[in-house]
T-cell receptor
Framework: DTAVSQTPKYLVTQMGNDKSIKCEQN?????MYWYKQDSKKFLKIMFS???????INETVPNRFSPKSPDKAHLNLHINSLELGDSAVYFC??????????????FGNGTRLTVT | AQKVTQAQTEISVVEKEDVTLDCVYE???????LFWYKQPPSGELVFLIR??????QNEISGRYSWNFQKSTSSFNFTITASQVVDSAVYFC?????????????FGKGITLSVRP
């Protein structure tokens, strides 16, 4: 069983479209995240949810909206996709005590290509 | 603001060489955690190690070793007798506590290529 699974693995779409990426975890962790990895491999946090509550929202455009229907899921919806949104998006979880000292467990990433 | 600097961008070595990946960090927190992650060509991110700010003991795990020096704000990673399978991008990261949660600040990564 994959601990943190993301779908789809690849997503190719045109500018202006709306798309969603799904993330599910079976680790029982309370905190889930979305990270973006750009073409230069730089990893940056986008959002953090703890127990379905939004905790961290890093200056991300309003076109990005995370949704956590339950503790095991954190989905990312993107409206009006732009070329600059092309990147690899990683879902991650942490748990087992205070989240700042817990290692992140990452999904395998979703490669989004906007044409 | 927290910052992680990985000054080396690309390193290329021949198999069996030792290689050290440097990481320098900045933080105002007295309590913090440092991490190393590996991203092989397949793209997944693999956790390697966690170290808290109060524990300056070096750690060794097989061919991997980590040297944490608070005095120089460094957390360097050494691979002994490198192997082709060590080829990957390696990220150093620093954990910042923001209220009840944390976020990781990553360095820009070091691409390690190990040639046979």
């Amino acid at each position: 069983d994959t601990a943190v699974s993301q779908t789809p693995k690849y997503l190719v779409t045109q500018m202006g479209n709306d798309k969603s990426i799904k993330c599910e975890q079976n680790l029982g962790h309370d905190t889930m995240y979305w990270y973006k990895q750009d073409s230069k491999k730089f990893l940056k946090i986008m959002f953090s949810y703890n127990n379905k509550e939004l905790i961290i929202n890093e200056t991300v455009p309003n076109r990005f909206s995370p949704k956590s229907p339950d503790k095991a899921h954190l989905n990312l919806h993107i409206n009006s996709l732009e070329l600059g949104d092309s990147a690899v998006y990683f879902c991650a979880t942490s748990g087992g005590g205070t989240s700042y000292n817990s290692p992140l467990h990452f999904g395998n990433g979703t490669r989004l290509t906007v044409t | 603001a927290q910052k992680v600097t990985q000054a080396q961008t690309e390193i290329s070595v021949v198999e069996k060489e030792d290689v050290t990946l440097d990481c320098v960090y900045e933080t105002r927190d007295t309590t913090y955690y440092l991490f190393w992650y590996k991203q092989p060509p397949s793209g997944e991110l693999v956790f390697l190690i966690r170290r808290n700010s109060f524990d300056e003991q070096n750690e060794i795990s097989g061919r991997y070793s980590w040297n944490f020096q608070k005095s120089t704000s460094s957390f360097n990673f050494t691979i002994t007798a490198s192997q082709v399978v060590d080829s990957a991008v390696y990220f150093c990261a620093l954990s910042e506590v923001t209220g009840a949660n944390s976020k990781l600040t990553f360095g820009k990564g070091i691409t390690l290529s190990v040639r046979p």
